[in-house]
């Protein structure tokens, strides 16, 4: 009996090593198995944000531009030019998460959750149908469903991408007038657009470490001056009503709607200050003297560097 129980005790031992081993077999295969596979052959994802030579590609330089008027009342009705148009910028820009046929089935919107929008369903739309609810989509994305903006897209091409969306469908709300007319009020279409500049990735970064980098400078030589003004009364009442010094000029020095009013200033107190460096009360410990005195001394203070 005790052989009989050593023979299945190393079954069990050799049973166990090879799950073991078949299971690191398969983690290690992983990135192959889950390869996306078209015709029998694993296609990889191109890495797009590197060039030819393996540095991370950058975005080029583009001075911003003023788009050409746009006549928005022709798209009282959809042409087949509008509609040909609008299929060669949905392909390049749209594909990849909505499909090749637009319902919502593309290869990049696989894992993403809201799924992207199938244009062959009408129901549950964010912003609505309409033209102008779909022209509101393009220019500002929706956030909280992953839809990017396409704001950097000509009025045109946007416009003309609306209408080969409709064309999945003839039960889109019609266009009118009223609402071409709203587009063109909200966003000066018949004026033409202005378009942003577009800077490399690596200079804006550039950008916004040196400007942090200067920030940094005037809050470090306006807390050395606050610690050496010893007799200032409203460098006292800062100092008083501020846990956290540093943090608290860095706040001020980032949103400047305070320096107008003495009301911004409170609000700022008021809105989450132990985060912002101020005490939790901060706002309660001034009277309106002390908060005229502070005030006037910040616009001095923040002026003189």
């Known amino acids: 009996m005790k052989d009989y129980f050593k023979f299945y005790g190393a079954v ?23 390869k996306e596979k078209i015709g029998g052959f694993p296609v990889v994802a191109k890495d797009t944000t590197k060039d030819s030579t393996g540095q991370t590609a950058d975005l080029p330089m583009i001075k911003g531009t003023l788009s050409p008027p746009t006549d928005v009342m022709k798209y009282l009705s959809s042409t087949p030019e509008m509609v040909d148009k609008g299929k060669s910028i949905f392909t390049m820009n749209c594909v990849s998460c909505h499909g090749e046929q637009g319902k919502g089935d593309g290869v990049a919107g696989a894992n993403l959750n809201p799924k992207p929008r199938n244009f062959h369903d009408l129901n549950g739309w964010t912003n609505g149908t309409s033209m102008t609810m779909m022209y509101k989509t393009l220019q500002e ?12 897209l000509p009025p045109e091409d946007r416009l003309n991408l ?8 003839p039960d889109y709300p019609p266009v009118t007038q009223v609402q071409l007319d709203s587009i063109d009020v909200t966003y000066s279409l018949t004026k033409g657009v202005k378009m942003p500049n577009q800077i490399p990735l690596k200079l804006a970064m550039e950008k916004i470490l040196k400007q942090n980098a200067s920030v940094d400078q005037k809050v470090a030589s306006m807390v050395k001056q606050i610690n050496e003004s010893k007799t200032d009364t409203a460098a006292v009442i800062l100092k008083n009503i501020s846990s956290n010094l540093t943090k608290a000029l860095t706040v001020l020095a980032q949103d400047s709607t305070w320096n107008t009013n003495e009301m911004g200033l409170i609000k700022i107190f008021d809105n989450n200050p132990v985060q912002n460096g101020f005490k939790a009360r901060a706002s309660y410990m001034l009277t309106q003297t002390q908060l005229t005195q502070l005030h ?10």
């Open 12 to 34: 069990y031992v050799v049973f166990i090593i090879a799950i073991i081993v078949m299971g690191t077999m398969y983690i290690n295969d992983l990135p192959n198995v889950t």
């Open 141 to 152: 994305g929706i956030t909280s469903r992953g839809m990017a903006s396409y704001a950097n």
């Open 162 to 169: 609306i209408m080969y969306i409709r064309s999945f469908l």
């Open 296 to 305: 006037a001394y910040l616009r001095r203070l923040f002026a003189g560097v």
